[in-house]
T-cell receptor, first 117, second 110 residues
Framework: EPEVTQTPSHQVTQMGQEVILRCVPI?????FYWYRQILGQKVEFLVS????????KSEIFDDQFSVERPDGSNFTLKIRSTKLEDSAMYFC???????????????FGDGTRLSIL | DAKTTQPPSMDCAEGRAANLPCNHS???????VYWYRQIHSQGPQYIIH???NNETNEMASLIITEDRKSSTLILPHATLRDTAVYYC???????????FGTGTRLQVFP
């Protein structure tokens, strides 16, 4: 069964450094998402991306964050200058468009654990 | 905020059916009910979704009440591997995003 893959599984970064989290969505999917989950808390929506542009972003997704689809397979989340509170699990998800342009279920990767020191 | 209410925890004996309830009394006519689960710290796993009819797939069944204000996820024969947090989500289509609540922590015991 096709799956969303994320790399690395664990990233340790010094505060203030830039970090790029990488995702390979399912190949025929057209909608891409990032979510995060701080330890012990809810899964939170960050951003959705379609047709090479951001569709929606949450209040968490400030100017420190950016997303990009640099080629036909990867989808990346960049945090420009990391803060301690950015420590969390970051999940990538993707979905396809079904009949009647109805967006299908989002499928998630297993996440990248980001630890900011 | 999440538009759903779920019990914080439930137990189920292995081999028995697990019935997980969810209230979504403010659901709109074109909003779908989605169920996901999260095993330990893995990514949320899609289980099933429905609009107004009952649905069944290889993982579970979804029963939605006629007024659509509540639903029940049924795992027909729970196994130890079904121990997870189960999320009932009313999917907002525009903008498209999933709003997770705190879910139900299902513990399957031998």
């Amino acid at each position: 069964e096709p799956e969303v893959t994320q790399t690395p599984s664990h990233q340790v970064t010094q505060m203030g450094q830039e970090v790029i989290l990488r995702c390979v969505p399912i190949s025929n999917h057209l909608y891409f998402y990032w979510y995060r989950q701080i330890l012990g808390q809810k899964v939170e929506f960050l951003v959705s991306f379609y047709n090479n542009e951001i569709s929606e972003k949450s209040e968490i997704f400030d100017d420190q964050f950016s997303v990009e689809r640099p080629d036909g397979s990867n989808f990346t989340l960049k945090i420009r200058s990391t803060k301690l509170e950015d420590s969390a699990m970051y999940f990538c998800a993707s979905s396809e468009v079904g009949q009647g342009a109805r967006i299908q279920p989002q499928h998630f990767g297993d996440g990248t654990r980001l630890s900011i020191l | 905020d999440a538009k759903t209410t779920q019990p914080p925890s439930m137990d189920c004996a292995e081999g028995r059916a697990a019935n997980l309830p969810c209230n979504h009394s403010t659901i709109s006519g074109n909003e779908y009910v989605y169920w996901y689960r999260q095993i330990h710290s893995q990514g949320p796993q899609y289980i099933i979704h429905g609009l107004k009819n009952n649905e069944t797939n290889e993982m579970a069944s979804l029963i939605i009440t006629e007024d659509r204000k509540s639903s029940t996820l049924i795992l027909p024969h729970a196994t130890l591997r079904d121990t997870a947090v189960y999320y009932c989500i009313v999917r907002v289509i525009s903008p498209d995003k999933l709003i997770f609540g705190t879910g139900t922590r299902l513990q399957v015991f031998p």
